[in-house]
């Protein structure tokens, strides 16, 4: 079994920054990708960042150029650095993290607002 313990979220203004983290605990074995996804108010959860187990990385459309995904891979986490935010950043940001097999992993969640 793998959890995932986030953090880092909260208010900011737009226009500001914040880094969110992810940190694996438990039975890890093989992380393969880890991500970023996010969930607004009446929305679908949707994907925002993906960085695989040799450091590629793809972003969203709407967060390219903004954000910053990266990896500790000694210490099983996943970092999404934030920057210029805006208002419809507003979420709830998952992490999730693909183990070896295919199986996959889902963090509680971190509230992000921005005010405007």
């Known amino acids: 079994q793998v959890h995932l313990a986030e953090s880092g979220g909260g208010l900011v203004q737009t226009g500001g920054s914040l880094r969110l983290s992810c940190a694996a605990f438990?039975?890890?074995?093989?992380?393969?990708?880890m991500g970023w996804y996010r969930q607004a108010p009446g929305k679908q959860r949707e994907w925002v960042a993906t960085?695989?187990?040799?450091?590629?990385?793809n972003y969203a459309d709407s967060v390219k150029g903004r954000f910053t995904i990266s990896r500790d891979n000694a210490k099983s986490t996943v970092y999404l650095q934030m920057n210029s935010l805006k208002f419809e950043d507003t979420a709830v940001y998952y992490c999730?993290?693909?183990?070896?097999?295919?199986?996959?992993?889902w963090g509680q969640g971190t509230q992000v607002t921005v005010s405007s």
């Open positions: 438990g039975s890890i074995f093989n992380i393969n990708a």
């Open positions: 960085i695989s187990s040799g450091g590629s990385t």
């Open positions: 999730k993290v693909v183990v070896a097999g295919g199986r996959n992993y």
